[in-house]
């Protein structure tokens, strides 16, 4: 099902909280804007959020011969999406399963998904180093057109030491490592655009450095932003002047360099 996509990017994090499906579903919304094919795959099993960020939580998914069709966010088709909060009843609903039927259910989003012809397919992961991601990782050995992984961190030292270990992983395992970006990197106010940095700053740069591998940019957080999440409206049409903008054109801009696209 993956023949007619493009590109894979893996969006990881070793650490839970640092807004990675914010990222992953503005990325995509990014890349829709700037007229590319897209699909977004929410992997996160137990924590699902994607739906909810893009205003999907009432969409169903059905069958087809080719097997299951994505939710499209429009008529025009430019984003489709995947998510097991699809396949659940209520937002409430918790997924109590093991590792083996958790392996079961990425495999099939893998492969039984009719994705058709796609530019971009977005993989949102849960955070940490463990049986989903080995899947991931064993489903995509020997697919050309997987490209590698974005990493995301927030400024914090706690954030950062988990966020090592996900660059470990990858280095273990042989995805490459397409850059780090540094999320919730100072907050700015709505009313006179100031930005102060309420934790640190700069660790995203640094562990960029420290592990060799680019640094795509640094977010801040911006409450105009966050008022987006459920609304499946994306950043860069809403808030075009806005410094969260800028950097995710930054970011597709070297992602379509990199890939060609």
């Not at 097997?67 to 998510?83: C, D, F, N, Q």
């Not at 990197?185 to 309420?198: A, Q, R």
């Amino acid at each position: 099902m993956l023949d007619q996509v493009k590109h894979i990017i893996l969006v990881l994090s070793g650490k839970g909280g640092v807004g990675k499906s914010t990222v992953s579903t503005q990325l995509a919304l990014t890349l829709a804007e700037e007229g590319h094919k897209v699909g977004l795959l929410d992997i996160d099993l137990c924590g699902p959020s994607v739906p909810f960020l893009l205003g999907l939580e009432e969409q169903d998914v059905h069958q087809c011969d080719e097997g299951w069709v994505p939710v499209y966010t429009s008529a025009e088709k430019k984003l489709a999406v995947m998510s097991i909060g699809f396949l659940l009843k209520s937002r409430s609903d918790a997924v109590i399963w093991r590792g083996p039927k958790k392996t079961a259910m990425i495999r099939q989003f893998l492969e039984d998904v009719s994705w058709g012809e796609l530019d971009y397919l977005i993989v949102d992961t849960p955070p940490g180093t463990s049986d989903e991601h080995i899947t991931v990782m064993e489903c995509l050995k020997g697919v050309v057109n997987a490209d590698g992984a974005i990493i995301v961190t927030t400024p914090q030292e706690m954030a950062l030491e988990d966020v090592r270990k996900e660059v470990t992983f990858c280095k273990k395992t042989g995805i490459p490592i397409l850059g780090i970006v540094e999320n919730m990197s100072g907050f700015v106010c709505p009313h006179c655009s100031e930005c102060t940095n309420i934790f640190s700053s700069g660790g995203g740069r640094s562990l960029a450095e420290l592990a060799s591998v680019p640094h795509l940019g640094t977010l801040p957080i911006d409450p105009r932003v966050g008022e987006l999440a459920g609304t499946g409206k994306s950043c860069v049409r809403e808030l075009p002047d806005c410094t969260t903008t800028e950097v995710l054109r930054k970011i597709v801009g070297t992602l379509t360099t990199v890939g060609g696209v």
